[in-house]
């Protein structure tokens, strides 16, 4: 799963091929001429969040809750080369004070994954990939709205390294991805970071994340069950001020751990069960979030 970032939400996957399921960040892959369609619900809520280093919580907000409805698709173009795509619906709201959450379509998104190289010996096999991916805003949506904003509404341009080792049903994953960032544009001609700008147009820091997983399958391959961890580290960026609201070029990092589950209890009709839960650790302007994803998956061939 691509994991949401808290302030500004990236988009979430968790597709479901060949009894597993297919994100930008994972080794798995469907077969050629396969498709995998799924829908997925995340509800991401917290109540206190960081201010630069400073851990707080805000009576004008309260509660902030962030609802994500996401349909997306997976397909094989050969058995080693997959395509994404997902475009989220996201709703925003606050148990207190009078800021009015907003709700609307956010940001389409698009990767291309490849299997580079595999490695096999025995039960065991090392394998590593590469993803190109790219994510732009769906609507016009006002960005400058942190934290109840859709998104960050730049153009994201991004490129990851997986490996992955797997014996017997156990494996291990790590990846990490580099994005590139466009500007994004204010409904204001004048704004203050650490200086004066006369422009509408905020400059995006870039930004790395990074992941890690340990997971298992069932013999029967019905059932998979993983732990994970996930981060982001801006590469650039300010704290938030004091007393201040957010701003779509904030320095925003994370570090969350969480797992996940997928079952399939009707083995052969293509369909399928996700759940996933993650829990923000440690964090510098965002908030301490709590997200839970649950959805369904299902899969035909499209040609052989």
Same mark, same amino acid.
């Given at each position: $799963? ?19 399921? !297919?994100?930008?960040?994972?080794? =798995? @892959? ?10 997925? @619900? ?9 201010? #630069? ?7 004008? =907000? ?14 094989? =173009? /050969? ?18 004070? !009078? ?27 090392? /394998? ?8 732009? *805003? ?8 942190? *934290?109840?904003?859709?998104?960050? #509404? ?10 992955? @080792? ?7 994953? +790590? ?8 500007? /994004? ?6 704004? %203050? ?16 994340? %990074?992941?890690?997983?340990? &997971? ?16 982001? !580290?801006?590469? #650039?960026?300010?704290? =938030? ?6 701003? *779509?070029?904030?320095? $925003? ?5 969480? +797992? #996940?589950?997928? %079952? ?14 993650? %829990? ?13 994803? &649950? ?10």
């Amino acid at each position: $799963m691509k994991y949401l970032k808290l302030w500004a939400p990236a988009i979430a996957l968790a597709l479901s091929l060949n009894l597993s399921a !297919q994100t930008p960040s994972d080794a =798995i @892959y469907m077969d050629k001429g396969q498709i995998c369609l799924a829908a997925l @619900y995340t509800h991401d809520t917290w109540d206190e969040y960081w201010e #630069g280093t400073l851990k707080r919580d805000n009576g004008n =907000i309260g509660t902030l809750t962030r609802q994500t409805v996401m349909p997306m698709f997976a397909l094989g =173009i /050969t058995e080693r080369i997959n395509v994404i795509a997902g475009l989220p619906w996201v709703r925003t709201s606050a148990s207190a004070g !009078q800021m009015t959450g907003v709700s609307g379509i956010q940001d389409a998104g698009l990767w291309i994954k490849a299997k580079a190289l595999e490695f096999k010996s025995g039960e065991s096999a090392l /394998t590593l990939h590469a993803t190109a991916g790219l994510t732009v *805003p769906a609507s016009n949506y006002l960005a400058d709205y942190m *934290p109840f904003s859709l998104g960050l #509404g730049c153009v994201d341009g991004s490129l990851r390294a997986i490996v992955q @080792y797997q014996w017997k049903g156990w494996y291990a994953r +790590a990846q990490s991805g580099y994005h590139l960032r466009g500007n /994004t544009t204010i409904e204001r001609d004048y704004y %203050y970071t650490t200086q004066d700008y006369y422009t509408d147009e905020v400059d995006m820091p870039n930004a790395l994340d %990074y992941g890690a997983a340990l &997971g298992w399958w069932n013999p029967a391959g019905t059932l998979k069950a993983e732990l994970l961890m996930d981060g982001l !580290q801006t590469l #650039g960026g300010f704290d =938030i001020r004091r007393q201040d609201a957010p701003f *779509p070029s904030n320095k $925003m990092n994370f570090t969350r751990l969480g +797992a #996940g589950v997928q %079952y399939y209890p009707l083995s052969g009709t293509g369909l399928g069960i996700i759940a996933s839960g993650g %829990y923000v650790v440690a964090g510098r302007n965002m908030g301490q979030s709590l997200v839970l994803t &649950g959805g369904v998956t299902y899969q035909f061939n499209i040609w052989h």
